[in-house]
Nanobody, 120 residues
């Protein structure tokens, strides 16, 4: 069974930081790219960042390029999303997802999501 479990979300003030974790089991980071997505209330889900052992890092949205970073630990089979300089518009449920490549059209597995709320 493949599981992706997010953690690390919470309530933070504008300008604050959070580190989200996505613990992966059932597949390895060598075989799957792991992407972070988010969905704000009333909006569609959007891709944020992705990391792959073959393709490196891929940003899906320009608005986070100077503030969010992605990293991984193969030993822990975990992907991290560091959120810095948070803004109210970053408020969303953040999901991690696994697919063969960062730009593959099909996502194979989703996590359950973790809430990030940025207060002004």
């Amino acid at each position: 069974e493949v599981l992706l479990v997010e953690s690390g979300g919470g309530l933070v003030q504008v300008g604050g930081s959070l580190r989200l974790s996505c613990a992966v089991s059932g597949v390895t980071l060598d075989d799957y790219a792991i992407g972070w997505f988010r969905q704000a209330p009333g909006k569609e889900r959007e891709g944020v960042l992705c990391i792959s052992s073959t393709d490196g890092r891929t940003y899906y949205v320009d608005s986070v390029k100077d503030r969010f970073t992605i990293s991984s630990s193969n030993a822990r089979n975990t992907v991290y999303l560091q959120l810095n300089s948070l803004k109210p518009e970053d408020t969303a449920v953040y999901y991690c997802a696994a697919r063969r490549k960062c730009l593959a059209s099909m996502i194979d597995f989703w996590g359950q999501g973790t809430q990030v709320t940025v207060s002004s």
